[in-house]
């Protein structure tokens, strides 16, 4: 695609249910990013795949939190039991080549989650 | 820890005039990359400008300048003739050469006064 995609655009749950937020990169790019961004704030790094390969997930706020790229494209972010401090906007980001930083982020609208 | 701080929150400038956005940064790599980004309601982060480490010559792109003070860690972002389109939050971010992540300050909002 011409851009990051991401999907819901807004995600309303509730305290404890499960959500997915999807997240489809430029065509090609190998490396693949999560933030959280919460209201007020600077986006925050989550995790990072190169490829299918989760290469860091030390941004993960909790085992609740979990990502998966299975075939090196598309991504999924997964948040189990969700909370009240879970609410913010999710953002992805890839890029065309691995870490170095030189290469650019290119970033999607995001998801904004809202637990109620 | 790299940290990325944007000390005004808000700020303002009448349609043509210049405006400076403050950014400072704390790490103690000597190979890095910084980089302002604009985020409009729409949520969407783009890239407004980037500068690297090493180099002395500070980045432009059109109406877009930095003043990259590396010994001081100092990246302000220079905004010309502004123009209502330019009305957005602006994030500096930090990242290594070799590093996964950005490291993005609180942002600060800019209004443009037509």
């Known amino acids: 695609g011409a851009g990051v995609s991401q999907s819901p655009r807004y995600k309303v749950a509730k305290r404890g249910q499960d959500v997915a937020l999807r997240c489809d990169p430029i065509?090609?790019?190998?490396?693949l990013f999560w933030y959280q961004q919460a209201l007020g704030q600077g986006p925050e790094f989550l995790t990072y795949f190169q490829n299918e390969a989760q290469l860091d997930k030390s941004g993960l706020p909790s085992d609740r939190f979990f990502a998966e790229r299975p075939e090196g494209s598309v991504s999924t972010l997964k948040i189990q039991r969700t909370q009240q401090e879970d609410s913010a906007v999710y953002l992805c980001a890839s890029s065309l080549y691995g870490p170095s930083g030189k290469n650019i982020q290119y970033f999607g609208a995001g998801t904004r989650l809202s637990v109620l | 820890a790299q940290t990325v701080t944007q000390s005004q929150p808000e700020m303002s400038v009448q349609e043509a005039e210049t405006v400076t956005l403050s950014c400072t940064y704390d790490t103690s790599e000597s190979d890095y990359y910084l980089f302002w980004y604009k985020q409009p309601p729409s949520r969407q982060m783009i890239l407004v400008i980037r500068q690297e480490a090493y180099k002395q010559q500070n980045a432009t792109e059109n109406r877009f300048s930095v003043n990259f003070q590396k010994a001081a860690k100092s990246f302000s972002l220079k905004i010309s003739d502004s123009q209502l389109g330019d009305a957005a939050m602006y994030f500096c971010a930090y990242r290594t050469n070799t590093g996964n992540q950005f490291y993005f300050g609180t942002g600060t909002s800019l209004t443009v006064i037509p």
């Open positions: 065509s090609g790019h190998v490396s």
